[in-house]
Each structure stands twice: as C-alpha cells, then as structure tokens.
C-alpha cells in the first residue's frame, strides 16, 4: 500500500482565512441591538410647545358600517356629533389662543411705554430737583422755610400749607410771641 502522504505532487490545500476578507470590506454599519430603524427614530416636530400628542383615532369598527340596525345608526349618529363638536372645540380653542396671545402683545407693549414714560418722567424730576438745590440758599430761615412750602406762589387751596404760611408770617411779624404760649388759647381749667 501507497503512502498518501509522501507523494503528494499538490501542496496541500489552505483553508481560506475568514479574516483576510473582513479587513478588506468596507466595515459593517451600526446596527440598532433592537433591530429599530435609526431614520425612524428622528423625533417629529410638533406645533404644540408642551408637546402634547393627539390620541390616534380608533379605528372604523367594520361590524358596526356593515350593520344595518337602528342602534348602529344611532352609534354612527352619535360619532358624527361627537366628531363635531371636537372639531367646534378645536377651533374655538384656536380663536381664543390666538386673542390670548395678541392680548398679551398689547399689553408688554403698553407695559413698555408706561416705563418709557415713568423713566422720561423720573429724569425730569431729578433735573428739576437737582436745579432747586443748586439755587441759592436764603439766609435768613423763614424765607428758607417759606420757599420749603411752596412760597408765596403756592395754590392756596392747600389748607395745610396756607395754615403753615399764615402761623409762618405771624412768627415773623412777632418773634416775642412764639416764645409766650398762649394760656388763653390752651384752655384755662
């Protein structure tokens, strides 16, 4: 009998290396471990900013269109206002978002002349306040007192500041009596 193994003309056959080809294709793509879509997965824009989903609508019962009878009518019936009214609902909703919203815009806008104007009218203020103080001191402090008042340009309807003017001119014409209190005035008892 031959030896098979000494006279083999033939090298023997290799096995072919099951990674030699994988380094020369392109490498495999990532694939999802729950075998979900990537391109399926984007997240859907909605017009809604709290991102509320709308519930889908049920599906047609087909026993209940093939159905003939009074109660799949008054089903049918029943649905079809119901889907009115929601539609009703919807849009009434949409007019009342759309109000609310200019609402709003009117007033920030009104909100934002109102401190246009308190600001222009604060500034115009402190311009008066700061001429008055660069104004010269009267020396003498009734004048001082009675510019504090008003002077003698105030409204006279002020009852407070008429008061104080009159009590002010009497002190003036008469210093001796300020310092004398009126016993008379304060009641003998």
Known sequence: MADPFAAADDPPPVAADPFAAA???????????????????????????????DPPEPPAD??????????AEAQRAFEA????RAAKEEALTKERKDKAERDLDT??????????????????????????LE??????PFEKVVELIGGAQADVDNED?????RLLVRLKNDPKRSNDVDMDALGSS
């Open 23 to 53: 380094d020369e294709a392109a490498p495999p793509a990532q694939e999802d471990a729950f075998g979900a879509d990537p391109l399926a997965a984007a997240p859907v824009q909605q017009d809604d900013p709290f991102g509320a989903v």
């Open 62 to 71: 087909p026993f209940l269109a093939a159905d003939a009878s009074p109660q």
């Open 81 to 84: 206002k119901v889907a009115e």
């Open 161 to 165: 500041t008429s008061i104080m003017r």
């Open 107 to 132: 007033f920030y806008d009104q909100n934002t002349d109102k401190k246009a104007q308190k600001q222009a009218s604060n500034r115009d203020h402190d311009d008066e306040l700061k001429a008055m």
């Open 135 to 140: 104004r010269p001191v009267p020396a003498n």
